[in-house]
Structure formats: C-alpha cells, structure tokens
C-alpha cells in the first residue's frame, strides 16, 4: 500500500472552530425540534428505550445530550487490513488513502470512446487496474453490471474485487440481505468473523437518501454492522436547492444531522461501532440545466472539516468531475477536489475516476487521477532541510558558475525529485519523436498495457471455492 503518512501536509482550515460549533449547534437543534422519522422497528426500540421522544407523527426527536454521548464513544481511530491480513491504513489525522466510487451506471470505454451500459467485465477490469495503480488505495466496485441479475450485482461485484486485488475494500449492497452475504464472504478472507472484527477487511458504504428519513434497509445494515463491530459509513445526501437549503451552511447542518442519527442509533447498538464520519453530501442542484452538479466548489470543505471537528475518521470524495469525458474540465476538477480533500484532512477519498456527475466511471480518468495524486503526495511530503540539504559547502565548492550535473550531490539525490509516468517533460521535439501523444492518448495506451500485463496476487484455492458459493 502507498498510503503515505503525510508529516509535513499543509492544514487548510476551512471553517474556525466558532463556524464548526455553530453548524454543530445547528444540527443538534434540527434533530431535537425537527426530528427524524425511522422506518425500522428494532432501531426504534433503541431510540425510545435510550428516552428519545417519540411525536404524534412519529419523528422522533434526539436530545444534544445523547449526540454528545455518541461522540464520546465512538472510536476516533480505524485500522483497514489488506486482504493478506496487514494494517495497511490507519484512519487517523496525516494519513490519507484514495480510492474508487461505486456503481456507476456507464463505463466510458477506453477502447472505443464509447459511454454504454457497464457490465461484470467492466467491473473486474477497473479492480485490476486499480490494484497496478500505486497511489490507489481502496477499493469500491467502480460500475454497477447491466448484463447480470439486479439482485445478483452486489455480490458478484464484492467476489471482483476479493479475486482481483488484495486492498482493502469499501462495498455497497442495495438491501440487507446482500449484505450479509458479503460480510460473510471477507470473514472468510479474514479467517473467521472475530478475526474480521479485530483485523477488517471490508467496510460498508450506507448511503442514506434523505438526513431526516430513514430508510429499512440502511437502518438494518448499520445495526449489523455495529454489532458486529465492522467499521461503516451512515451518508444522508441533500441536493442544495432542491431537497435541502440551497445554501452551503444549511445543507451541510442538515446533511450533518442525518448522520448523527446513525452514529446516535450505532452507539446505542454498540458502545465503540466504528463509524466513519462524512458530514454527508450536499451536491448543488443546478437551476440552469435541472443537474446534480457534483464538483462545485460550494460542496467541499464544510463537511470535511465537522469530521475533523469531531476528531472521527473522515469520508471524503474528489478525483470527480461533472464532465462527459477526461479532457480538461475533468483534470482541474479532478484535481481540485483532490487537493481539497487531502488538504482537509480526509483519511478515505472515494469517487477517484468519476464524470459525468457520478454517473460515467472512466479507467483513463482513474489512471490520470492516479498520476495527480502522486503529484499530491509528493508535495505533501514537504521538503527536508539540514546540513546535507542545504548544500552549502557543495554552494562554496563549486561557485558562482559550478557544475551541479556531475557532482556526487546530486548523483545521491535526484531520484528524490518527483517524476511523472503520464505528464510529459520532454521537449518538443522528443514529445514528436515519442509520437506527439495527448495526455488522453497516452492515458489509453497505459490502460491497456496494464490490463494486457498485471496480474493480481492470486486468491487461495479453497477460500475462492468457498467466496464463489457465496457470492456466485
């Protein structure tokens, strides 16, 4: 795994504390006088018995007191494994890991130019390539499959990414019993279920429709999970303008109060459920086109900045873009919210790859995406400075004119200079001489040289035996 300790990494504050208090306070007073409804009988029960107050209407409404409880508890520090069995990602401040999204209803093919319908091959393909991309951390399943059972799709897109890569993997399962199944199969991985709980494998993504309403399937997946002990996110999404307050400041509070009705509902479950908090999010709906526009600059920070806030593990989304294909819109998007998500202190960035709104995964755009965060990384590694980097007596060795090219200094340290495998340094006429390639074009050929070469550490004979009858 690459993900590197970022010691020297710049802290972008985006909101002071008095700003972050008052989103908080905010959030508080919507879940105690506005309230939530609850469509789970069990989760219910938990809330009434915790003394939540129950209204005629049925929302019900959650005191500060128990948010801040939850707070308390809740772990603020997450290990993810490797499908090996190593800690390969420490969920922690300074440590930021990047990962894909998860289906995606298009593929942009990087053979034919073609968007069309994703299928189970798209799947296995994006994993492989991720698993040959050193600055790819995690997993998710990238494209949701056309060409298999919608009730079938969760699990066979879990079995992709346990056969085509050892990292760590975030899924998503559509209902609850899908997701049993898939627990199931990274216990297996792990050894065992107490194993997975000690050491895990797999994390959930719930996504939540709406902050205020809460569905069936996510309240059951996150009292499983929470019993179990497994690490998860719980993400309520407001679209600004449409189905919450079109401003930053109001979408954030209330997206922020949907979440804290699952870590509240979690604690109560379990005392120490792993949750990784989001802030939830609040893409704009756009009122010229009638889009969920997914990059907006309004949409970044605020959340980031409340799971810092609370000092939880932090969920964060970038390497997007609300483009048709990987050209130069989807680079500065894509690499904007990278930059921003790092700088906030974001431990897992999903979404790497994205176009279209999250509606078009696209292997070139996760490769290039890959390329910027190594550029990120670089620069958050900061530089050295002592005696042997400074470099004086070398300065007064060599003079005013001295030749630096040839010296043992330089011999000893170039290969600490950051360099590019995708972006090209070269002049113009070696750029021809190299066929004069776009940055796309090469991209593709990239792709494919990786998808013809790389081969994925295999998966134990009898442990893939026992994933396929599982899963399919």
Avoid at 62 to 77: F, Y
Avoid at 171 to 195: H, R, W
Avoid at 409 to 425: A, C, D, G, I, S
Wanted: charged letters at 20%; glycine letters at 8%.
């Amino acid at each position: 795994m690459t993900g590197a300790n970022f010691r020297h990494i710049p802290n972008l504050t985006y909101l002071s504390r008095a700003q972050a208090e008052k989103i908080h306070a905010a959030s508080l007073e919507i879940l105690e006088r506005v309230g939530a409804l609850i469509d789970d009988e069990e989760s219910a029960a938990l809330l009434r018995k915790a003394g939540a107050r129950q209204a005629e209407n049925g929302t019900f409404h959650i005191s500060p007191k128990q948010v801040e409880w939850a707070l308390s508890v809740a772990p603020k520090r997450i290990v993810l494994h490797s499908r090996n069995g190593q800690p390969v990602m420490p969920l922690e401040p300074g440590r930021i890991y990047f990962g894909l999204g998860s289906d995606c209803l298009f593929i942009l093919d990087h053979r034919t130019g073609e968007r069309r319908q994703a299928t189970l091959q798209d799947v296995n393909e994006a994993i492989r390539l991720a698993d040959a991309l050193p600055n790819i951390d995690f997993l998710m399943s990238a494209v949701l499959p056309s060409d298999v059972p919608t009730e079938a799709a969760n699990r066979l897109q879990m079995r992709s990414m346990i056969e085509n890569s050892s990292k760590p993997i975030m899924f998503v399962t559509n209902d609850f019993d899908s997701c049993l199944d898939v627990v199931q199969a990274a216990e297996i991985v792990a050894g065992g279920a107490e194993n997975h709980e000690k050491n895990p494998y797999g994390c959930c993504y719930i996504n939540v429709t709406a902050p205020l309403r809460h569905n069936v399937d996510s309240l059951r997946k996150l009292l499983f999970l929470a019993e179990k002990g497994l690490p998860t996110t719980y993400t309520p999404m407001v679209l600004r303008g449409a189905s919450g307050p079109v401003t930053s400041a109001g979408a954030v509070a209330l997206a922020n109060a949907g979440e804290l009705v699952g870590l509240v509902l979690a604690q109560l479950k379990r005392e120490g459920a792993p949750i990784i908090h989001s802030g939830g999010y609040g893409d704009v709906f756009d009122m010229r086109t009638t889009t969920g526009a997914y990059t907006g600059p309004e949409s970044y920070g605020a959340r980031t900045a409340m799971g810092a806030y609370y000092g939880l593990p932090i969920f964060g989304l970038g390497g997007s873009s609300d483009s048709k294909l990987p050209d130069e819109q989807a680079a500065a998007e894509a690499s904007l919210t990278l930059l921003f998500e790092t700088l906030g202190g974001a431990n897992l960035i999903h979404d790497v790859g994205y176009l279209e709104s999250g509606k078009c995964y696209s292997l070139e755009m996760l490769t290039i995406c890959d390329e910027v965060i190594g550029y990120i990384r670089r620069y958050c590694q900061g530089i050295e400075v002592n005696d042997e980097t400074l470099a004086l007596n070398l300065i007064a060795e060599l003079g005013p004119e001295g030749d630096y090219l040839s010296s043992e200094h330089t011999v000893n340290h170039y290969k600490e200079t950051w360099y590019p495998r995708l972006f090209n340094r070269n002049h113009y006429d070696g750029w021809l001489a190299e066929d004069g390639l776009t940055l796309r074009r090469r991209t593709q050929k990239r792709v494919e040289e990786i998808l013809q070469s790389h081969t994925p550490e295999p998966l134990e004979g009898k442990i893939k035996q026992e994933i396929e009858a599982i899963l399919g």
